[in-house]
């Protein structure tokens, strides 16, 4: 008999509001040691912050006039919630590069003042309460959703390839569109079709693992179903189901039989329901967690599906699972022995796949263009191996538990043949494989001087200082860099008689002559032009594109000078601290799938004091984050942050 389309598609459709809302928090309480620093903060604001605020800024970015939509009124206001926290960083890139106040302003502060600001600054996230922040529920990556779907059904991961890629710098989406719904239901449809046999045919290995054996002749089929279901969504949502979550699958298996399915197609159509529950599609916590003050940890199930998520990017194993229903995976020692034992295992590449490229920016290289003629040599093959010397130099930092300044100051890499035409290196690495090797060269190593980050901070047709500078200060050392100025002309529309016999660092150099451009360019130009050796692809040359002799020399701010990219490096791999602090904050942020903020800063804090103890180690830093404060709680009620006016 035909099953009616539309009840399936109803019965579906229950599971798929059944997605569990966050509920809404309250003010945490503060210890001892926080409400000193707090209270230092409260001060520290008052009689800084304030003050430098009001007399250099509230007059173009005030109540009364937001010149560029600033407005620091709100920030003045509630200096320590979410919001405020951008519009400090915003003041305080801008007084660090004397962008603010501009130079016609006839109040200025002293440079007193301008040293004291970075230090005012901050202390303002203090003023928030000891929070864990929001908890993303959060829809599974397309890779975790095709590795999650390996593991628990067999089926090859390139199931899912016609889902949509996830767009870079939207965050973690947390709803479903039609579009999305009918994919998923189809993907389910033949990830069933390939793993369960036909109606008639002898059950699979997998199918008699999922359903078991039928029930005997007089048995209640319902209560065997009930059985299978519950075996099914411990399994698929990661955590054990709650009684309301059962009842909607056994609708589904009720509403099949109703049709005249037989048993075995029943749980079929439940297995499809689980499928495309939200529970699935989702990392979803269980919603019986109260607190009086709004915030609880994470019970281990939910903190087996974060770990497993982050460094595998698929669901837990049965060890982390059996651990989990154990309720022991959360004593320190335990979480830390599975934190080094998902890091040795080979899928353990997952967080180089998902957080590594997209800190180093190398996610959409596969797909960037380059001008055919000038570099014939960005194949897929090379741009493959590109991506694959940063996974593996990645990997090798954090299995051997390296110094993170490694990413800087390395002297090896992994190369195959194809790759080593870059690095002049194809006499003596031969064949496909890629294989580490030891680099002499000292301009050479680390990710400052890796073909594909080159590659990926370069126009299709040529270098680009500018873009390298941008990268290296943003994404190795953590600063906030302005975006430019409206109306800058692009090198290539300068006027060509001006420029015509200029060297491309000469011709970026004429940045320096407008007074709005300068301020910036003379922090992160020097560090592109000292990259310059490289072409647009990481090749070494001595002459720019034009003929130039190559100019590589320049000065950071603090009088640091450097002739050459290894002199560069080692200035960058000296500022450790702000190495470390930068790569903590990244994958902190990446971690809890959201901008850190607040009680987020202070945690940082903590986490540089334990990594600057142990040598910046970058296995120590995974584990540090895995045990932090935000990622093992959660809060459950929404919370404002107090007014340091506030008594």
């Not at 002309?489 to 300068?494: I, T, V």
Request: proline residues 7%; contains cysteine; charged residues 25%.
């Amino acid at each position: 008999m035909t099953v009616p389309k539309t009840s399936i598609c109803g019965a579906l459709a229950i599971t798929l509001l059944a997605l569990p809302c966050l509920a809404q928090p309250a003010e945490d309480a503060e210890d001892a040691q926080f409400a000193a620093l707090r209270a230092d903060a409260k001060k520290s604001f008052e009689e800084g912050v304030a003050p430098f605020v009001k007399t250099y800024c509230a007059h173009c970015h005030g109540q009364n006039r937001q010149k560029g939509g600033i407005n620091f009124q709100p920030a003045l206001n509630n200096p320590g919630n979410a919001d405020s926290a951008k519009r400090w960083k915003q003041a305080l890139a801008a007084v660090k590069t004397h962008d603010m106040p501009p130079e016609d302003q006839e109040k200025q502060p002293t440079d007193e003042e301008r040293q004291k600001f970075p230090d005012w600054i901050a202390k303002i996230k203090y003023l928030s309460a000891k929070d864990p922040g929001s908890f993303v529920i959060r829809r599974l990556t397309k890779t975790e959703y095709a590795n999650t779907l390996h593991d628990l059904l067999g089926v090859d991961p390139a199931i899912a390839r016609d889902l949509p890629d996830e767009v870079i710098g939207a965050g973690y989406l947390n709803t479903l569109s039609p579009l999305q719904s009918e994919l998923y239901l189809a993907i389910a449809n033949e990830a069933l079709d390939r793993v369960l046999a036909p109606e008639d045919a002898p059950p699979t290995r997998l199918q008699e693992r999922l359903f078991g054996n039928p029930p005997e002749p007089g048995a209640d089929p319902r209560a065997a179903a009930r059985h299978v279901a519950t075996g099914l969504a411990r399994t698929a949502y990661r955590r054990p189901p709650s009684a309301a979550e059962l009842d909607v699958l056994m609708d589904v298996f009720d509403l099949a039989r109703e049709n005249k399915l037989s048993y075995g197609a029943s749980l079929r159509l439940m297995l499809k329901a689980v499928l495309v529950s939200p529970q699935f599609l989702f990392i979803t916590p269980a919603d019986d967690a109260t607190s009086d003050d709004g915030i609880v940890p994470l019970d281990d199930h939910q903190l087996a599906s974060r770990l497993s998520y982050l460094l595998w990017s698929t669901m837990p194993d049965p060890e982390l699972a059996a651990l989990a229903d154990r309720g022991t995976l959360h004593e320190p020692e335990i979480l830390k022995a599975q934190v080094n034992r998902l890091l040795e295992d080979d899928r353990s590449r997952a967080l180089f796949d998902g957080f590594g490229a997209q800190w180093l920016g190398l996610e959409n290289l596969e797909d960037k263009t380059f001008d055919p003629v000038r570099f014939p040599q960005m194949t897929p093959e090379i741009r493959s191996a590109m991506i694959d010397e940063a996974r593996l130099f990645f990997g090798s930092i954090v299995r051997e538990n390296r110094n993170v300044v490694t990413f800087v100051d390395g002297d090896y890499t992994f190369l195959n043949e194809t790759l080593a035409t870059l690095y002049g290196m194809e006499e003596s690495v031969t064949g496909p494989e890629m294989r580490r090797v030891k680099l002499q060269n000292a301009n050479r190593g680390g990710i400052l001087a890796m073909p594909g980050i080159l590659a990926t901070t370069s126009f299709p047709g040529r270098t680009s200082p500018v873009k390298r500078g941008v990268w290296v200060l943003e994404q190795v050392l953590g600063e906030h860099v302005p975006p430019p100025p409206p109306n800058v002309p692009a090198l290539e529309k300068q006027d060509r008689k001006t420029i015509e016999n200029l060297t491309l660092r000469q011709r970026t150099e004429l940045h320096l002559t407008d007074a709005v451009c300068a301020n910036c360019h003379r922090i992160l130009d020097p560090i592109g032009f000292g990259l310059e050796n490289f072409d647009a692809i990481g090749r070494w040359r001595e002459q720019d594109d034009a003929g130039g002799t190559i100019d590589a020399a320049g000065e950071l701010p603090g009088g640091k000078h450097f002739t050459s990219p290894a002199e560069l490096k080692a200035i960058i791999a000296g500022r450790a601290g702000d190495l470390a602090r930068n790569l903590t904050q990244k994958l902190l942020s990446y971690t809890l799938c959201r901008q850190l903020e607040g009680y987020d800063e202070i945690v940082v804090d903590q986490l540089m004091k334990t990594m600057a103890g142990d040598g910046y180690r970058m296995r120590t830093l995974i584990t540090e984050i895995v045990a932090s404060y935000p990622f093992t709680h959660r809060r459950i009620q929404e919370q404002t942050a107090p007014s340091p006016h506030e008594k």
